[in-house]
């Protein structure tokens, strides 16, 4: 048992002295003590498994023993120098992130958060296209700096302040949530039970019965009708340019949406033709999380001309990174447009390196894809066991539930009761992420460390929670 300060004394300061936005998560804060791997500690001693990851920060375990020893080597060598020195750390790591990246992605800067690259990211895309509208997706998240927050379009993060000059948000291509899609759409072994939608009348004919494995393919549009859409927005853009746009390969707080298959592809075809570029988010779907591929993109069979990079690059520790060409990377060398006291610090990229060698030595990319895909099929069942559970979606270790009132009607499960379920989990040894318009889906990312076994624990929890509260609910 650890001793510290009281929970009652902790809950006390956290109210008088500390920002009244950042959210105890859980109704019950959790207060913890330590991690090792894929597991986490509250002062109590009590044990839970870690589906979320830290949002998604921790990707190769909590204090993985590798990842500390080398952390610990450069403190006692030297933690900071500021980027206007050289040392080796920072260009052996350059070399090693910049070999796991296709031509011609091969220039790195160095930053230390997700807002902060993705600031860049939008700093580099006027400066090279020299235009200055730039779209991302209606439930984006791309950072809450000043900048960024004309990218996120989740609602929460939005103010009665003026944000994001220039910035448009377009539909999101949900094939669960929004007017088109169902069945077939998406890239992932498991399908939404929902059936087309894009002829109307077509959802009418809906058959809940056959469970994932039975769907029948059928005539999906949603590309196109979202291609649409797309279009409309480019029309509203200064001179109908653009200079770049955000997307994530699957979006990760509004819920692990997975657009329609080829979506991406031809909307970057649409961007390029008015002289924008293309920016992949990878701050959630990289590093091998996805397990198929290491990159998100790559999944989506497309070429950005900008990656942004966080949480997971570090394994927990801040550091960020945006990799372009060297055309793009040239048009901020012109003027000088970019500097950071810590980004590429020696500790940063050590602690970096380290983590790319675990993923590798450890073949985390490869559990990605066989514990994920094994996990996906186990929530799939549980999505044809509960009425309450609408959809089963994601990739690799990318994994949304999204819980609804029941299956017919789609519409979201009251709040309420989210939480509860929520609550109950945490209780019961498993924590898991939120995400969605609603706060309805369940989001889970574990480190890549996780395995089947623990996979089969969480599930059995989720579903004995479940259980109890449609016990409740009948009552
Ligand atoms: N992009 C994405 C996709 C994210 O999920 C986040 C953080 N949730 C960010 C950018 C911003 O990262 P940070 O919190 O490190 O600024």
């Known amino acids: ?22 959210t105890a998560y859980f109704q019950k804060p ?28 921790v990707s190769v375990g909590h204090c993985h023993p590798k990842v500390n020893a080398v952390a610990q080597e450069q403190m006692e060598r030297l933690w900071h120098t500021s980027s206007i020195f050289f040392h080796p750390q920072m260009h052996e790591y350059a070399e090693k992130l910049s070999a796991l990246l296709p031509e011609p992605l091969k220039v790195i800067f160095l930053v ?26 209606r439930g984006a998240y791309h950072g809450c700096s000043p900048y960024t927050l004309g990218l996120s379009n989740v609602g929460s993060f939005k103010m009665e302040l003026p944000s994001g000059m220039g910035c448009h948000s377009t539909m999101c291509p949900d094939v669960f949530r929004g007017p088109w899609g169902g069945s077939y759409c998406r890239d992932s072994p498991v399908q939404t039970i929902r059936k087309c939608s894009c002829v109307p009348g077509r959802d009418r004919e809906e058959d809940l019965s056959g469970g994932v494995r039975n769907l029948e393919k059928d005539c999906c549009q949603a590309k196109e009708q979202y291609i649409e859409q797309f279009k409309d927005t480019l029309n509203t853009c200064v001179a109908k340019s653009i200079a770049g746009f955000f997307a994530e390969p699957i979006q990760g707080v509004n819920g692990v949406v997975q657009y329609p298959k080829g979506f991406l592809k031809e909307v970057f075809e649409l961007v390029r033709e008015r002289g924008g570029v ?29 990656v942004t990079m966080a949480k997971g690059i570090g394994n927990g520790f801040p550091m960020a990174a945006v ?28 602690i970096g390196s380290a983590v790319l060698e675990v993923i590798k030595e450890e073949n985390m990319q490869e559990n990605s894809q066989e514990v994920g895909t094994y996990m996906l099929l186990k929530f799939a069942n549980l999505r044809d066991e509960f009425d309450i559970i ?13 819980m609804v009132q029941d299956k017919r009607s789609r519409r979201p499960l009251p709040l309420k009761e989210v939480n509860q379920i929520h ?45 109890q509260h449609m016990e409740r609910r009948a009552k």
Request: glycine share 10%; charged share 20%.
């Open 323 to 350: 990799v372009t060409t060297s055309e793009i990377a040239k048009s901020l060398a012109n003027c000088l447009l970019h500097f950071n006291t810590f980004g590429g610090s020696p500790l940063a990229c050590a």
């Open 30 to 57: 959790l207060l913890l003590h330590q991690g090792h791997m894929e597991w986490l500690f509250d002062s109590d001693g009590n044990r839970y498994l870690d589906f979320f990851s830290g949002i998604v920060t």
């Open 278 to 306: 293309c920016i992949a988010d990878e701050v959630q779907t990289g590093f091998g999380r996805l397990g198929s591929h290491f990159w998100g993109f790559q999944t989506q069979d497309v070429m950005p001309d900008i």
């Open 390 to 402: 609408g959809d089963v979606r994601g990739k690799g270790l990318m994994v949304g539930i999204e």
């Open 112 to 137: 230390n958060s997700g807002s902060e690259a993705n600031d860049l990211a939008m700093v580099m895309a006027r400066a090279y296209s020299k235009k200055t509208d730039i779209i991302s997706f």
């Open 1 to 22: 048992r650890y001793q510290s300060l009281a929970y009652s004394h902790i809950l006390e300061i956290h109210k008088q002295h500390l920002s009244p936005v950042r």
């Open 423 to 467: 609550e109950d989990c945490k209780d019961m040894g498993l924590i898991m992420g939120r995400g969605g318009p609603f706060s309805q889906t369940f989001r889970i990312m574990p480190p890549m460390c996780v395995t089947k076994p623990e996979v089969d624990f969480a599930v059995e929890v989720f579903r004995s929670v479940l259980i």
